[in-house]
Nanobody, 126 residues
Framework: QVQLVESGGGLVQAGDSLRLSCAAS????????MGWFRQAPGKERELVAA????????NYADSVKGRFTISRDKIQNTMTLQMNSLKPEDTAVYYC???????????????????WGQGTQVTVSS
């Protein structure tokens, strides 16, 4: 079956960096957009960054632009999120997801994603 597994989360101080990884198995997602979402307690799940099926087009939430970088490796069937200059407001569970339709550009809506990982916790202290 399809599996998405996130890793790389942890507890860091404000200003520090983390790199999150998502490993997919069960099928290739080379023709699908992928994205990172996050959800803090009491808040809606929101897009952090998404990368289109080609790996070129990238969309970022305004709150992370200039600090986070999304990338994907179609051969390895993986995706990463490099997070720099972390802030306490970045604290959340971060989820890896794959878009439902082929050849997508990276939707900002969680509804448009069909496969989800279990999430990895990122905690940023001040």
């Amino acid at each position: 079956q399809v599996q998405l597994v996130e890793s790389g989360g942890g507890l860091v101080q404000a200003g520090d960096s983390l790199r999150l990884s998502c490993a997919a198995s069960g099928r290739t997602f080379a023709s699908y957009a992928m994205g990172w979402f996050r959800q803090a307690p009491g808040k809606e799940r929101e897009l952090v960054a998404a990368v289109g099926w080609t790996g070129s087009r990238k969309n970022y939430a305004d709150s992370v632009k200039g600090r986070f970088t999304i990338s994907r490796d179609k051969i390895q069937n993986t995706m990463t999120l490099q997070m720099n200059s972390l802030k306490p407001e970045d604290t959340a569970v971060y989820y890896c997801a794959v878009e439902r339709e082929m050849y997508g550009l990276g939707s900002e809506r969680p509804y448009d994603y069909s496969y989800w990982g279990q999430g990895t916790q990122v905690t940023v202290s001040s």
